[in-house]
């Protein structure tokens, strides 16, 4: 069935546009009905010039399904197809019901449509409109589809078909047409979000929300050789820079700090900066796997030894901890210490926290560190180890290389033996004094004690209880059932049933 | 697995284990045959408590040395050996009958005296009977007693279900032995015949599946050879131990053997106490209950170390030496 399509200024064009969808239908019926008739009427008189006029001066409508607006295209067309009767016998008479062949539609690239459409004004970027949730995406209208292969499904030997098969030239040939192509694309256009998902699975979430700080960005690129296997790069701070400049104003960059490790002691970090996210990744992986270091670690769970380490006002004090303890520091050292491969930590910033200053310091901090050997060699004395699950059994983990170990005579009287006071270069951390709580003061602490006094151990007495017993009973549990927990009289009245 | 129902020497009904086994010459073997390997004796026990980080020192040679003394001495406390005692007998020590007061009360009375400083064997524990005897508490009593008021570490008042047949089997399948005794030697007195049930139960196990190097390094050592010597079941043991090539822990079990059975034949004959395989062949011949299972292994053993003398020497050859 053909559609009647109606002819309208378009002048007129924007206001019906402007007007709610919902209503526009029975708005435009209306107004068309009234007024547009008697205005077509006067066209004919009024134009005489050729279809080109006509087509700067009038829009096509393609009516919408409404019933309404139907008939009163139905009618109007009846009375077009009147006038056009009319305006055919007449030599020089505009043509009035023209539809477009081209249009901005397939004039303008695809890029520059979508760009219509999605886009926000220089002006609304300034105030920041379009950036995060709420920006929309162009769709890739190429996905589902393949070169070749198109609205026609027809065979073309050397593109979608071999051009030899076996000993036969292929031919060109027209295949039955593909109902389900059409409504395949949608489907994939209709999974197409409009808008740019910001919904990161938690897993992948960084300490920074949906945001890039904490979050992976992969391994570094490999050269030739060298895959970089293991290699996980954990971004530390992402920043916007500005700088003036005087061809194009404000000009803006990304700035990337990230840290690179293998888990296994080897590990960098670097900055870099670009004008796209994707750049600046590239750029700052490539170069932190570039500046790799490999530091000690203590069976390859903490550092070796305690120590205090500073850069610029960031000072740290970094203390090895046993296994299980876990990494109890900054987010940012935590994040550098999960790619070296440290598992357990205590370290405390005192000063400024900026996330820079602290990798530097302590990076410094971990190459310097000295192994139990060199120890040893630089006091000429045995390194012994006292554990205290191993009931401070002495354990020698290193003695002087070159065999001679000093005497209680050799040793100067004000030489540091202490192995902290060593180690921290004669530095010792401040160590605040603990206060009882507010509360323990208080007289009424003293009734709560008591009154809890009671039940302090009902946890391990009930534990014991189901050891032995095998339930929760009392003694009083084999004369009266009701004595057991979990007893209702309702289940007993079911079991008298 | 069979235990002996009178508890686990009963090869000799009356005779006392005690005196032989606090015996220096005794004391000094079983210490010797049990090792000290400071890896097992300093091990790190799961007990539940917080790691902290380990503290280090720098240290001369001869503050190294006071440190080793002191850890040996500790290794000596840890390895002390669980005493072997004879199964220990009922009390039955009536102070005085009333039947005057019969039917008082439908319970017994239970008195301790809960001096403090006392030790629980000394305690005194006496008990009224509904029919007005007053006696001394049997042991059990008087243990659940002593629990109660001064309660040990790791005892129960209830002695747990590891230490019922089934569940003991199940455990020492899985080879748990030393968790087995230590768990038998803090609940129980030395002298119960259920610790000598277990204790029982347990050597035959290890006997059985021959994993005595399970608990060596450990307190349970010694009163385990010192078991299997009492009962003659030393064959197992002797055959591991030539296996492993240890001859001078051969020789000792030997002599043990020599010296609770003082009646032995192999005994008489003057061997050089330095040669080891002599003196565990004179065992083999004259008191020895299997002897061609040990005879093999003695043969096993001398084959073995003459091939390796011959590769030695082979080898020495070759590179012409």
Known sequence: ???????????????????????????????????????????????????????RHFVTLVPSTSHMVADAHIKLRQQQEAVNQVMCCTPSGPLIYSRRTTSFFNKLTA??????????????????????????????????????????????????????????????????????????????????????ALRLDPLDRGWCGNKMPGRS???????????????????????????????????????????????????????AKATTISDVTRKVKNRAGQKLLYIERYNEHTVLHDFFTYFGRTKIFVKKMPEGYGLVCHRAIRTICQTLGIKDIHAKIEGPTNVQNITK???????????????????????????????????????????????????????????????????VQLVKKKYPAPYEKLPSYEIYLKKYARRRNHQKVMLNMLVEEGEYRSFYTDQYPECRPGYSSKSEEAEAW | ITHNKDGGYCDTPDRDPAPVFFSENVQTILKKITGTDFNKVFRQRFDEKKLSPPEYKFMTDEELKQKMKNAERL????????????????????????????????????????????????????????????????????ERMNQIYNPRP????????????????????????????????????????????????????VDKKRCYQLLHSTRHYGPLCFYLTWNKKIENLLISLLQQEKLEACADIVRLYQL??????????????????????????????????????????????????????????????
């Open chain 1, 1 to 55: 069935t053909m559609m009647a399509s109606l002819v309208v200024p378009r002048r007129w064009y924007r206001y019906l546009d402007t007007l709610n969808a919902r209503y526009l239908g029975s708005l435009r019926a209306k107004y068309l009905n009234s007024v547009s008739i008697r205005y077509l009427d006067t066209l004919s008189s009024r134009y005489t010039a050729s279809p080109g006029t006509l087509q």
């Open chain 1, 111 to 196: 890029e520059q449509l979508w760009k219509g459409v999605t886009s926000v004004s220089n002006a609304g970027r300034k105030q920041g409109r379009g950036k995060g949730v709420g920006k929309k995406i162009a769709k890739d209208l190429n996905r589902g589809q393949i070169i070749g292969v198109g609205q026609e499904n027809m065979v073309w030997p050397g593109l979608n078909a071999p051009v030899i098969r076996g000993r036969e030239l292929v031919q060109q040939k027209k295949l039955p047409k593909d109902e389900e192509r059409e409504a395949r694309l949608i489907k994939i256009r209709n999974t197409m979000g409009s808008f740019r």
């Open chain 1, 217 to 271: 960005i992969g391994p570094p690129n490999p050269i030739e050789d060298d895959k970089f296997e293991g290699f996980d790069t954990r971004v530390l701070e992402l920043k916007i820079v500005t700088c003036m400049t005087a061809v194009f104003g404000r000009k803006r960059r990304f700035s990337m700090f990230v840290v690179t490790g293998n888990g296994n002691g080897l590990g960098g970090f670097a900055l």
């Open chain 1, 361 to 427: 310091a302590f990076f410094l901090g971990l190459i310097r560190q000295k192994t139990h050997q060199k120890l040893a060699d630089e006091k000429q004395l045995h390194l012994v180890e006292f554990r205290k699950e191993n009931l401070n059994f002495p354990k020698v983990v290193a003695t002087p290389q070159s065999g001679k170990v000093r005497t209680q005579e050799e040793i100067p009287n004000n030489e540091e033996l202490d192995f902290t006071q060593h180690i921290m270069d004669g530095k």
């Open chain 2, 75 to 142: 290794s000596s406390k840890i390895l002390q050996m669980p005493p072997v005692l004879k199964e220990r007998q009922a009390i039955s020590n009536i102070l005085s009958r009333d039947p005057a007061i019969t039917g008082f009360e439908n319970c017994k009375f239970v008195f301790t005296d809960i001096t403090y400083g006392l030790p629980d064997r000394k305690r005194l524990v006496v008990v009224r009977d509904p029919d007005g005897t007053l006696r001394q508490a049997s042991w059990e009593e008087a």
């Open chain 2, 154 to 205: 790791g005892r129960k008042l209830k002695p747990p279900k590891l230490f019922q047949e089934e569940h003991l089997t199940n455990v020492l399948e899985r080879g748990e032995y030393e968790f087995v005794l230590d768990s038998a030697c803090a609940q129980f007195e030395p002298d119960d015949p259920e610790y000598l049930r277990i204790t029982s139960v347990v050597y035959e196990s």
């Open chain 2, 260 to 321: 609770i059975h003082t009646d032995c034949k192999s005994k008489m004959i003057n061997v050089d106490p330095n040669q080891h395989l002599e003196l565990l062949k004179a065992y083999v011949e004259h008191d020895s209950l299997q002897q061609q299972q040990l005879q093999l292994a003695i043969q096993a053993y001398q084959e073995i170390v003459r091939e390796r003398q011959q590769y030695n020497e082979n080898v020495k050859t070759a590179h012409g030496l």
